[in-house]
Structure formats: structure tokens, C-alpha cells
């Protein structure tokens, strides 16, 4: 089973999630993610010989220029999907909301 606290699984996750698009859809005000600091707290529900099923929280803030000079507000904002990974590599196979 792969380790889910290694950075090359927690890489994987965050480029899913941005990819997906889904950091954006828990944005409140418009802005935009804050890519260099989403923090993940992954939990292992369940384990099968094809596959990891894994809730994924999360943790960023969302970006918000504030006016032409380039002010930003940063508000802080959280969400959870819940994942199937493969369990050799790590890779997402599909998340979901619940």
C-alpha cells in the first residue's frame, strides 16, 4: 500500500484538485486558490485489493485582489471530498462530494 503522507502522493491530490477543479468550488469570494499552501489531512476509510478509499480535508486560502494597486485579502477557506486512489501509486482514480 502506498504511503499517503509522502509528498508524491500529496502532490498527486493537490494537482487533482486544482486540475478538477474542485479547490475553487469552496471559494467564497470570487478569488483564486492559494496553490503553494493547501494543506491535506488524508484518512484512510477503507482498503480493498484494487483500491484505496480515502477522505481528503483540506486547507488554503483563497485569493481576493482588493483593488488596482494589487491589494489581496486572503480568506481562509476548507472543504472535503472523499477519493478512490490506486493503491500502488497513489493516483486519483475519481473524487466525489458527499
Not at 66 to 71: D, N, R, T
Request: hydrophobic share 40%; net charge negative.
Amino acid at each position: 500500500m502506498v504511503n499517503l503522507n509522502s509528498k508524491a502522493v500529496q502532490d498527486q491530490i493537490r494537482d487533482y484538485l486544482n486540475g478538477e477543479f474542485l479547490l475553487e468550488s469552496f471559494t467564497r469570494l470570487g478569488g483564486a486558490p492559494d496553490l503553494d499552501h493547501v494543506v491535506l489531512h488524508l484518512e484512510l476509510v477503507r482498503e480493498t485489493d484494487d483500491a484505496l478509499y480515502v477522505d481528503c480535508a483540506f486547507d488554503f486560502d483563497e485569493c481576493v485582489p482588493m483593488s488596482p494597486s494589487g491589494v489581496v485579502h486572503h480568506h481562509h477557506c476548507y472543504g472535503l471530498v472523499h477519493m478512490r486512489l490506486h493503491p500502488a501509486s497513489g493516483e486519483v482514480a475519481e473524487a466525489w462530494l458527499r
